[in-house]
Each structure stands twice: as structure tokens, then as C-alpha cells.
């Protein structure tokens, strides 16, 4: 299937296996991308249709799995039963240097650990209990977060009261996030949440209290960086090679100091577009500090984005950013020397959160493979017009795509590869095919960076071309 039509055939014989009801509503997000659209033709940020198998998380999950709980220095409490802080505990290999228990606590969890009785009389009082006893086995913290979870929005909890008043009696910042996982459509609105608590909690009284440090010209911040197998210390290098100071860095290896003074830098350097865009807009309305999205999967937008990200500062910067494209060019082109070969015009279809559906395609693209599909979990409009930037003509195109859909898609366009999250992982390799999960790397990493590119070249080979893929074969090759 290789033609707009076919893909279009292929989309409403998927729809026909609904009722209508529901084949109405999913027509909507799914579609194929022609040449001059401008959005990718779909809908998103529209709830899933209950009852299919959609690979979507809660709003609790993008705070405190994404925007928040990497911050090291921070104890991040998740307010209610045992199960969302045990599922959320050190998943996704936010890398940080610290010592755990002493100025670091990513790898440990902190629950209230809700029982009936906090259900029926409140949890108020057991959370400010459990700041105190926080703060008495782990003084050397940064401050905390109050991470809620369903039961609380339901029950009435007062976590600002508490928050506020943890405050006070501990001296230390405590962040109030109502980030109740019923909330919004997706985890796309816990981002926007705790985006907007970073504003209330951490920036806005910061100002009465500002963090000093002596400023330079070519002060930046890494924001929507999660440091995922080191891939914020593989950008790092590269910033700081070419001539800039990066200030802070967050959430990925983040601390709350860094938070707190990101308001003085020059230029906010987003890489995740979706979870981080809410509060570097604040920043520049507020403060004045610009932002830009960049990319730094794979050497051809590696470079673009270190000139982009140049073009902002002086000549010195300038230079500094082709030195740097010099020097680890060779090494790039070494990558692609070696595995190009090997990998040249395998195709990929792709199904990731609000980020990597785009931002990866120039990594594929620069070793010769073909996306022939690609698709977000909870991306919003502006995540599908970006989209357009790196898709060709013809892609297969997929919102919020359900379990159903993306196994008949793949049946029938038999990529040579999926590059998708954990929950699809196992389902396509017992399909015979090749898969690279990009929610974490599949315990690889980094991804980002010259140095990131090669290991992504590596594992892309490893992938597609093992050995054992000759042992099973794939139900359309039986």
C-alpha cells in the first residue's frame, strides 16, 4: 500500500469494524497527509472513546511523571492510594547525578498511602504529618510536591491550605499540583497544570526572594528535556562546546534552584514542544526571556538548530556553532558510512506521546529509512502543523490511534519497523517485527546529540537486522 488511495481505503475499512457512532468520531483523527495541508488533517485533544484500548496516561502521570518528578532535589509526594506512586516509581530513566536519600530522591517513592478511612474523613491532616516526617528523614531536600491523584479532586482535600502551611513550619518550598488523574482528555493537561503551579509556586514568589548569580550574555536553559538514558548531558555538551552557559536544566538532572532562576537567562531552549510550551511563553510575556523549539535528533537537525540557536547571540556564538557542527560532522558521517548501508529505505511507522512523532523522523531520515506512518498519544493541533515540517507526501497519519487501528494499519503496510511505546512493544515483536521503544529508549540511550545519534544508529540496527528474526516469521509471511 503505498498510495494516498490505498491509505485511504485502508482508513475506512478500519472504520467499518465500528459502530457508526463511534466510526464517526475516529474518522476524525485519523488520516493521510497530502502535500500543502497544514495541520496533517486530523483532530486531537479530544477525549478517547470509551471502550477502545487507547494507549493514552492521565493528567496525574504528566505531572508527576514527566514535568515534576525528575526535579531531584525534591521529594515528590503522591497524595492518595499506593498504586499511582508504586506504577509511577523511577519509570522512565530520568537520569541525575546526586546521592538518593540525601540531595536526590528521583528513584524513591513517597505515598500518603490512602486507606477507607482517609477516603471517608480526609487526608489533610495525614499529609502535612507526612511533610513534617519528610523533612525530619530527609532535611537536606530541596522542598516537596503534593502530587494528587484521583480520590483527592473527588473527596475535597485542601492541599494548598497544607502546602501553604508545610511551608511555613518547614521554611522549604511546597508545591500544591492538582493534577487528579481524571482531569482533561490525557496527560497533556497534567503538563499544562504543572506548568502553571511552576509559574504560582516556584517563579512568582521567587521574585520576592530572587535566586543571585552573576548573569552573562550567553546565559540559556534547557526546558522539556527529561535527561532520558543522558540525553540533556549529550545537548549539554554541545551548548557549552559552542559557547553558551546553560543556567538550569529541567525537569532531566533539574534541581529547584535551577527552576527558580530560569526567568534571568537570555534564551529558553525548549525540546519538548508539548509538556514545557505553557511556561516558556509565561516566561516571555513576563520576563522577557525568548524561547525556540529545537532538535537535536540526528545530525542534519543538529546542526540547523545549533544555528538557529546561534542566530540569537553574536558572532562568537556563531563561530562557536560551527565549530562545533566541524568537528563532530566526521563523526556523524562516520555513523552514517556504517549503517546507512544497512538500514537504507527500511520503512517505519511510528506511534509515540506529544514530541517524538516529528522530532525523530530527521534520525530515520539520516540513515535512509522511510516513515510511512506516525501518530501522537495526546498531541494538540499545533503538535500536527509542526508535524508538516517533517513528513512527506502520502503518510499515513493517526491521532490517539487505538489498539485495533494500529495493528490493522501495520498489518497491512508492513513496516520494517515499529517504533512505538512499552504497551505495544510485545505485541508487534510476537508479530515478527522489529521494535525500538521511544518512550524510554528501550533501556538504551541517549538519543539526543552527535554522540546520542550513534548509539541510536546502533540500536536501530541491532533491532532490524538481528538474527533472530529468522526464527519466527510474521503472520503475513506464513
Not at 473527596?155 to 481524571?182: M, Q, Y
Not at 517563579?203 to 548569580?213: D, I, Q, R, S, W
Amino acid at each position: 500500500m503505498t498510495t494516498t488511495d490505498d491509505k485511504k481505503q485502508l482508513i475506512q475499512e478500519v472504520l467499518d469494524a465500528y459502530p457508526e457512532k463511534a466510526a464517526k468520531k475516529r474518522q476524525k483523527h485519523l488520516n493521510v497527509y497530502e502535500e500543502g495541508q497544514s495541520d496533517c488533517g486530523v483532530k486531537s485533544n479530544i477525549k478517547s472513546i470509551p471502550g477502545v484500548m487507547t494507549t493514552r496516561g492521565c493528567a496525574y502521570a504528566g505531572s508527576k511523571g514527566v514535568v515534576w518528578g525528575p526535579i531531584k532535589d525534591m521529594v515528590h509526594i503522591s497524595h492518595g492510594p499506593v498504586g499511582c506512586g508504586y506504577y509511577s516509581w523511577s519509570g522512565r530513566r530520568n537520569y541525575y547525578i546526586g546521592t538518593t536519600g540525601i540531595d536526590s530522591f528521583g528513584t524513591m517513592d513517597f505515598t500518603s498511602d490512602f486507606q477507607e478511612r482517609d477516603i471517608v474523613f480526609g487526608g489533610d491532616k495525614k499529609l502535612l504529618k507526612l511533610i513534617k516526617e519528610i523533612e525530619e528523614l530527609f532535611p537536606l531536600n530541596g522542598g516537596v510536591t503534593i502530587q494528587s491523584e484521583c480520590p483527592i479532586g473527588l473527596i475535597g482535600d485542601d492541599i494548598e491550605a497544607v502546602a501553604k502551611k508545610a511551608s511555613k513550619e518547614i521554611g522549604k518550598t511546597v508545591v500544591p499540583v492538582r493534577c487528579e488523574g481524571f482531569r482533561g482528555v490525557s496527560q497533556s493537561l497534567g503538563h499544562h497544570i504543572a506548568n502553571d503551579t511552576i509559574r504560582d509556586w516556584v517563579l512568582t514568589p521567587g521574585e520576592k526572594n530572587p535566586v543571585e548569580f552573576e548573569s552573562t550574555p550567553y546565559d540559556v536553559a534547557i526546558i522539556g528535556d527529561y535527561n532520558i538514558g543522558g540525553d540533556a548531558w549529550s545537548s549539554r555538551i554541545l551548548l557549552e562546546e559552542m559557547g553558551l552557559r546553560v543556567v538550569a536544566q529541567w525537569s532531566g538532572d533539574g534541581t529547584l534552584q535551577e527552576m527558580k532562576c530560569t526567568n534571568k537567562v537570555k534564551l529558553n531552549l525548549v525540546h519538548c514542544y508539548r509538556s514545557m510550551n505553557y511556561i516558556s511563553r509565561h516566561m516571555e510575556e513576563k520576563y522577557g526571556v525568548p524561547w525556540m523549539e529545537y532538535n537535536f535528533f540526528g545530525p542534519t537537525q543538529i546542526a540547523q538548530s545549533l544555528r538557529e540557536i546561534a542566530s540569537h547571540f553574536d558572532d562568537k556564538i556563531k563561530e562557536g556553532a560551527e565549530r562545533v557542527i566541524a568537528k563532530y560532522q566526521p563523526q556523524a558521517d562516520a555513523v552514517i558510512a556504517k549503517y546507512r548501508p544497512l538500514l537504507e529505505n527500511k520503512t517505519v511507522m511510528i506511534m509515540v506521546g506529544g514530541l517524538r512523532p516529528r522530532h525523530v523522523v530527521p534520525a530515520f531520515r539520516d540513515l535512509g529509512m522511510k516513515i510511512v506512518g506516525t501518530g501522537y498519544e495526546f498531541a494538540h493541533n499545533d503538535d500536527y502543523k509542526r508535524t508538516t515540517h517533517y513528513i512527506e507526501d502520502s503518510t499515513l497519519i493517526y491521532d490517539d490511534v487505538t489498539a485495533y487501528e494500529f495493528e490493522k494499519f501495520i498489518s497491512a503496510l508492513q513496516p520494517d519497523l515499529v517504533a512505538s511505546g512499552v504497551k505495544e512493544k510485545y505485541v508487534f515483536q510476537k508479530m515478527a517485527l522489529p521494535f525500538r521503544q521511544m518512550h524510554s529508549w528501550d533501556y538504551s540511550g541517549p538519543y539526543h546529540g552527535y554522540d546520542g545519534f550513534a548509539i541510536f544508529a546502533r540500536d536501530m540496527d541491532l533491532a532490524l537486522n538481528s538474527p533472530t528474526w529468522g526464527l519466527i516469521k510474521a503472520p503475513w509471511r506464513k
